[in-house]
Structures are given as structure tokens and as C-alpha cells.
């Protein structure tokens, strides 16, 4: 599986931006996906994620009830749609696939090139 993020940007604080990782693979739909953020100096934190069925989601407390995973596994897609954001989102962000439905990075085999969210007061 390949995974290319995209649809970072500059955005003031309480704006909103969506994010998109598109996949390659015909088994795309048999994985979990999982969206990470990795700000300068720190470590790559989990964010939210989706498991294949796209029935069970979970997030991470500090973006829960702002953000919002999302998956179309006919177009190949997951989405992570990120409202009322704030300067603390500023980050790089990455997709993922796994084999699990999990919040650690260590379960993910399969990264994306990750893109730039910055968030300004």
C-alpha cells in the first residue's frame, strides 16, 4: 500500500481544513487507518483512527469533538476533517495503514509523505 496526504495549509484559528490520503492496493479496504501529527521537537503523536469496516472511529482527547476520520474505500480514500482548530494543531501530518485499528504508531505498516497544517492566532 502507497499513501500520499494532502490538503494541509495555512489556517487562522477556529477555521477548519479537511485532509485527504489517497491509497494504492487492491487491499485498501482490509486495512485501518490512522492519521498522526508530528510538531518540531516532538515525538509523532496518534490523532484519530478508523478501523476497515469504517463502523468503529477513535481520537485522540485533544482534538475529540473537532475532528472527524472518515473513509471511501471505492475511491480509496480517508479524510480527517479538522474543525474550530487551534495553534496547538500546527504540525505535520501523516495517514497510515495497518493490519490494526490501533493509537500506536508501531502498529501501522505503510506511512504517507505527510503534509503541513499551521494554525495562526
Known amino acids: 500500500v502507497q499513501l500520499q496526504a494532502s490538503g494541509g495549509g495555512l489556517v487562522q484559528a477556529g477555521g477548519s481544513l479537511r485532509l485527504s490520503c489517497v491509497a494504492s492496493?487492491?487491499?485498501?479496504?482490509?486495512?485501518?487507518m490512522g492519521w498522526f501529527r508530528q510538531a518540531p521537537g516532538k515525538e509523532r503523536d496518534f490523532v484519530a483512527a478508523?478501523?476497515?469496516?469504517?463502523?468503529?472511529?477513535y481520537y485522540a482527547d485533544s482534538v475529540k469533538g473537532r475532528f472527524t476520520i472518515s473513509r471511501d474505500d471505492v475511491q480509496k480514500m480517508v479524510y480527517l476533517q479538522m474543525n474550530d482548530m487551534k495553534p496547538e494543531d500546527t504540525a505535520v501530518y501523516y495517514c497510515?495503514?495497518?493490519?490494526?485499528?490501533?493509537?500506536?504508531?508501531?502498529?501501522?505498516?505503510?506511512w504517507g509523505q505527510g503534509t503541513q497544517v499551521t494554525v495562526s492566532s
Open positions: 478508523i478501523d476497515w469496516s469504517g463502523r468503529n472511529t
Open positions: 492496493g487492491r487491499t485498501f479496504s482490509t486495512y485501518g
Open positions: 497510515a495503514a495497518g493490519r490494526m485499528y490501533s493509537v500506536r504508531n508501531r502498529d501501522y505498516e505503510y
